[in-house]
């Protein structure tokens, strides 16, 4: 049992805030202290740690979730700003699997910046009798760091299993589907980085730069698990809970080598990578087992479920994607945090059916996935929120000097081990170019 919260006091206020949150954090704090979750330059910043639980084992979710009925229960909050992420906030991120090594944690910043909309408000928390920080709340946006654009040197080094033998798992895997064992699993691996001098490696830069690239996704740090997700498991807000799945995925890049291709006289372009995507049989397969898996977690908790009968195209910087967005009227009360236990681990990071593959996961991948592919996000005092799940995304290492970047693609049938390295090379760009490790582009 995780000892007993201590009592909050939490207050929001509105404040002006224009530029970018990122440069309001400042550069001494422990990197595992920083929590984010952005998207399009609105979102939330903090640091510090007013309370925080670490939990373990097939348990964490439940045992996060009564730690925070209990906070929130007994803090005291003065909020004027009343919207989605002001109050009391806690920012969480789990481990994929129940037999990690690595805590799960749920943890309530010191020091919140929020943006949405045009409306802005910071959040000061302090645990029992602590005094309020002196000054208005104001006056820490005044400041910015100097050293934001800065990157740490990094270098990388190989992962738990080389890329050169990463087809030779993906052909086990697919001759293990062959045996009818599993229809659907999804196999990940990861790629070692550390600071080049040994020292602690900061996380706002990174963040900065993912946020830049990759606005479109949800730029997130909690704990020092650091990304840019491009995949809602839930969102909940005001009664309405919305998932956005994702699975099936073609490398952008495969476009430039369509152009010399003339459209057909339907107007479509054959080569197309986004329209290769759509009709590919095996990335259709692949993202109708991950849509099925959410839509039957999120149905005992909601009614009118809406899941779309074909996916559309999400368009990132480096892939395109294959997307649903599923949407329903929450009925059973639960949790943000609740949902995403529930939705967790979705076959668009597991596979079907969820035990054999997650079986075939633990035996194959020869890494423990940390809390990568787990949910990450936070839950406000109400319990709504927003839960992603972590992809292109890295987990630094207790010490702070290292961290491991990750990377994984869904296995089907008729999947090309090939190809599927490619894909899994084509996913750590994310992380890749945010820690400096590419040539810039231009
Ligand atoms: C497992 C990952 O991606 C998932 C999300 C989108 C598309 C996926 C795919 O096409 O395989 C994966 O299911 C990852 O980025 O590490």
Not at 66 to 78: K, M
Not at 238 to 267: F, N
């Given at each position: 049992?995780?000892?007993?919260p201590?009592?909050?006091?939490?207050?929001?206020?509105?404040?002006d805030v224009?530029?970018?949150?990122?440069t309001?954090?400042?550069?001494?704090?422990?990197?595992?202290e920083?929590?984010?979750?952005?998207?399009?330059?609105?979102?939330?910043?903090?640091?510090?740690r007013?309370?925080?639980?670490?939990?373990?084992?097939?348990?964490?979710?439940?045992?996060a979730?009564?730690?925070?009925?209990?906070?929130?229960?007994?803090?005291?909050?003065?909020?004027?700003v009343?919207?989605?992420?002001?109050?009391?906030?806690?920012?969480?991120?789990?481990?994929?699997?129940?037999r990690?090594?690595?805590?799960?944690?749920?943890?309530?910043?010191?020091?919140?910046?929020?943006?949405?909309?045009?409306?802005?408000?910071?959040?000061?928390?302090?645990?029992?009798?602590?005094?309020?920080?002196?000054?208005?709340?104001?006056?820490?946006?005044?400041?910015?760091?100097?050293?934001?654009g800065?990157?740490?040197?990094?270098?990388?080094?190989?992962?738990?299993?080389?890329?050169?033998?990463?087809?030779?798992?993906?052909?086990?895997?697919?001759?293990?589907?062959?045996?009818?064992?599993?229809?659907?699993?999804?196999?990940?691996?990861?790629?070692?980085?550390r600071?080049?001098?040994?020292?602690?490696?900061?996380?706002?830069?990174?963040?900065?730069?993912?946020?830049?690239?990759?606005?479109?996704t949800w730029?997130f740090?909690?704990?020092?698990?650091v990304?840019?997700?491009?995949?809602?498991?839930?969102?909940?807000?005001?009664?309405?809970?919305r998932?956005?799945?994702?699975?099936g995925?073609?490398?952008?890049a495969?476009?430039?080598?369509?152009s010399?291709?003339?459209?057909?006289?339907?107007?479509?372009?054959?080569?197309?990578?986004?329209?290769?995507?759509?009709?590919?049989?095996k990335?259709?397969?692949?993202?109708?087992?991950a849509?099925?898996?959410?839509?039957?977690?999120?149905?005992?908790?909601?009614?009118?479920?809406?899941?779309?009968?074909?996916?559309?195209?999400?368009e990132?910087?480096?892939?395109?994607h294959?997307a649903?967005?599923?949407?329903?009227?929450?009925?059973?009360?639960?949790?943000?945090?609740?949902?995403?236990?529930?939705?967790?681990?979705?076959?668009?990071?597991?596979?079907t059916?969820?035990p054999?593959?997650?079986a075939?996961i633990?035996?194959?991948?020869?890494?423990?996935?940390?809390r990568y592919?787990?949910?990450?996000?936070?839950?406000?005092?109400?319990?709504?929120?927003?839960w992603?799940?972590?992809?292109?995304c890295?987990?630094?290492?207790p010490?702070?000097?290292?961290?491991?970047?990750?990377?994984?693609?869904?296995?089907?049938?008729?999947?090309?081990?090939?190809?599927?390295?490619?894909?899994?090379?084509v996913?750590l760009t994310?992380?890749?170019?945010?820690?400096?490790?590419?040539?810039?582009?231009r």
């Amino acid at each position: 049992m995780p000892p007993p919260p201590p009592h909050l006091r939490a207050r929001s206020v509105a404040v002006d805030v224009t530029g970018d949150l990122l440069t309001r954090v400042p550069d001494e704090v422990d990197p595992r202290e920083v929590v984010a979750w952005l998207r399009e330059g609105d979102g939330m910043v903090g640091w510090g740690r007013a309370a925080v639980v670490r939990t373990a084992g097939v348990g964490r979710f439940e045992a996060a979730e009564a730690w925070w009925d209990q906070v929130r229960a007994d803090a005291q909050v003065e909020d004027e700003v009343r919207l989605p992420g002001s109050g009391l906030v806690a920012f969480g991120s789990f481990a994929f699997s129940p037999r990690s090594g690595d805590e799960s944690v749920l943890t309530v910043p010191r020091t919140l910046i929020g943006r949405r909309d045009g409306l802005a408000w910071v959040t000061q928390v302090v645990a029992g009798d602590e005094p309020w920080p002196a000054g208005h709340p104001a006056e820490m946006l005044a400041r910015s760091n100097p050293h934001l654009g800065r990157l740490d040197p990094l270098v990388e080094l190989p992962g738990t299993v080389p890329a050169t033998d990463w087809p030779r798992v993906v052909a086990r895997a697919v001759r293990r589907i062959g045996t009818g064992a599993v229809e659907k699993v999804v196999l990940a691996r990861d790629v070692a980085v550390r600071h080049r001098d040994g020292d602690v490696v900061r996380v706002a830069p990174v963040l900065e730069r993912l946020q830049a690239r990759y606005g479109a996704t949800w730029t997130f740090a909690v704990d020092g698990l650091v990304g840019a997700t491009p995949e809602m498991l839930v969102r909940l807000q005001g009664g309405r809970a919305r998932s956005r799945v994702l699975a099936g995925t073609i490398r952008r890049a495969e476009a430039a080598a369509a152009s010399p291709v003339p459209p057909t006289p339907a107007g479509d372009h054959p080569t197309d990578p986004r329209l290769r995507l759509v009709r590919s049989v095996k990335d259709l397969d692949e993202h109708a087992y991950a849509v099925r898996s959410v839509a039957e977690a999120l149905r005992p908790h909601c009614t009118d479920l809406q899941v779309p009968e074909d996916p559309y195209v999400l368009e990132l910087p480096d892939v395109y994607h294959l997307a649903s967005d599923l949407t329903g009227r929450m009925v059973s009360g639960a949790t943000s945090l609740r949902l995403a236990a529930a939705l967790h681990p979705s076959a668009a990071v597991c596979g079907t059916p969820t035990p054999a593959a997650a079986a075939v996961i633990e035996e194959l991948e020869g890494m423990d996935r940390g809390r990568y592919a787990g949910p990450v996000g936070w839950v406000d005092g109400s319990g709504d929120g927003d839960w992603g799940i972590a992809l292109r995304c890295g987990e630094l290492a207790p010490d702070r000097r290292s961290l491991r970047i990750f990377a994984g693609g869904g296995i089907v049938a008729a999947s090309d081990p090939r190809a599927e390295l490619a894909e899994t090379e084509v996913k750590l760009t994310a992380m890749r170019h945010a820690l400096g490790l590419l040539p810039e582009q231009r």
